[in-house]
């Protein structure tokens, strides 16, 4: 019985998917039966899709040392709450304010970035971006925003493999998606155009049997356990199974 392997290597991670889908149908797939999804199902379908692309993204195009970026907003006393429209604008300075400085320290910007609005009204920016020094960044926000803010920096840690914080990413962008809903961007990121996007390699596996959902461990590699994920019936699959899990780099002693 035939299905599809997709393997995407992003960074120190390799990402196993296994699938059946009506695509490469063949005589002899047994399948279940097609249901609609309902909205709710197909939310958390596009949910799961969109953190699998920030989470390759990010993989692909960053490491150890380069940053978390959050940029807040301190008021004034009065002062009102930036508008979305003000945040995306604060954002474009600092972004430009960036390209300077990285072009003047011999680097080129990278970055991946959301807009978030708090539960009690709180706006911050939440960025991945490659690393320079931190005054830096600092500066660029000041320009951006009158010098009343904090930039708070997490440096990313080394195992290469941030599927943590790609789910908390689009956690903020899921709270206002459409215009109707507030949204604060037209998409649930906006990045560089200079990021690596993988491509994945694509395999029609032809066999009898169901593969073998096994999450295998490769020379150099470990599996990451909590990306293990097993079903059926899936709307995203219309109704076949899928198995997918991440192995990522073992790192070598002092590397």
Same mark, same amino acid.
């Not at 995407?8 to 149908?25: L, M, V």
């Not at 300077?100 to 920016?125: C, D, F, P, S, T």
């Not at 000041?142 to 990313?156: Q, S």
């Given at each position: 019985? !035939?299905?599809?392997?997709?393997?995407?290597?992003?960074?120190?991670?390799? #990402?196993?998917?296994?699938?059946?889908?009506?695509?490469?149908?063949?005589?002899?797939?047994?399948?279940?039966?097609?249901?609609?999804?309902?909205? #709710?199902?197909?939310?958390?379908?596009?949910?799961?899709?969109?953190?699998?692309? %920030?989470?390759? %993204?990010?993989?692909?195009?960053?490491?150890?040392?380069?940053?978390?970026?959050?940029?807040? +907003?301190?008021?004034?006393?009065?002062?009102?709450?930036?508008?979305?429209?003000?945040?995306?604008?604060?954002?474009?300075?600092?972004?430009?304010?960036?390209?300077? #400085?990285?072009?003047?320290?011999? %680097?080129? %910007?990278? +970055?991946?970035?959301?807009?978030?609005?708090?539960?009690?009204?709180?706006?911050?920016?939440?960025?991945?971006?490659?690393?320079?020094?931190?005054?830096?960044?600092?500066?660029? /926000?000041?320009?951006?925003?009158?010098?009343?803010?904090?930039?708070?920096?997490?440096?990313?840690?080394?195992?290469?493999?941030?599927?943590?914080?790609?789910?908390?990413?689009?956690?903020?962008?899921?709270?206002?998606?459409?215009?109707?809903?507030?949204?604060?961007?037209?998409?649930? /990121?906006?990045?560089?155009?200079?990021?690596?996007? !993988?491509? !994945?390699?694509?395999?029609?596996?032809?066999?009898?049997? /169901?593969?073998?959902?096994?999450?295998?461990?490769?020379?150099?590699?470990?599996?990451?356990?909590?990306?293990?994920?097993?079903?059926?019936?899936?709307? #995203?699959?219309?109704? +076949?199974?899928?198995?997918?899990?991440?192995?990522?780099?073992?790192?070598?002693?002092?590397?």
């Amino acid at each position: 019985m !035939p299905y599809i392997l997709r393997i995407t290597r992003a960074g120190k991670t390799i #990402e196993i998917e296994k699938y059946y889908t009506s695509r490469y149908k063949m005589k002899g797939i047994k399948r279940g039966d097609k249901v609609r999804p309902t909205t #709710e199902q197909q939310k958390k379908v596009n949910t799961r899709q969109a953190v699998r692309k %920030l989470r390759i %993204l990010m993989n692909a195009n960053f490491g150890f040392g380069d940053y978390h970026l959050v940029l807040d +907003y301190i008021r004034k006393e009065g002062e009102s709450p930036r508008t979305k429209e003000q945040m995306r604008r604060d954002l474009d300075v600092f972004l430009r304010e960036c390209r300077k #400085e990285y072009k003047k320290a011999g %680097l080129v %910007l990278k +970055y991946i970035h959301v807009m978030e609005i708090g539960n009690r009204g709180a706006r911050h920016h939440h960025l991945v971006m490659n690393r320079i020094d931190t005054k830096v960044l600092q500066k660029c /926000w000041y320009k951006a925003y009158e010098g009343h803010n904090r930039v708070k920096v997490y440096p990313l840690d080394d195992t290469g493999n941030y599927a943590k914080l790609a789910e908390y990413f689009i956690k903020y962008t899921d709270k206002h998606k459409t215009e109707a809903d507030g949204a604060l961007m037209g998409k649930r /990121w906006n990045c560089s155009r200079n990021l690596v996007r !993988p491509e !994945p390699e694509i395999r029609i596996i032809t066999d009898r049997e /169901w593969f073998r959902s096994e999450a295998k461990e490769i020379k150099g590699y470990y599996v990451d356990k909590d990306s293990v994920s097993k079903g059926v019936h899936s709307p #995203e699959y219309h109704g +076949y199974g899928y198995f997918r899990y991440i192995l990522v780099q073992i790192q070598e002693e002092g590397g």
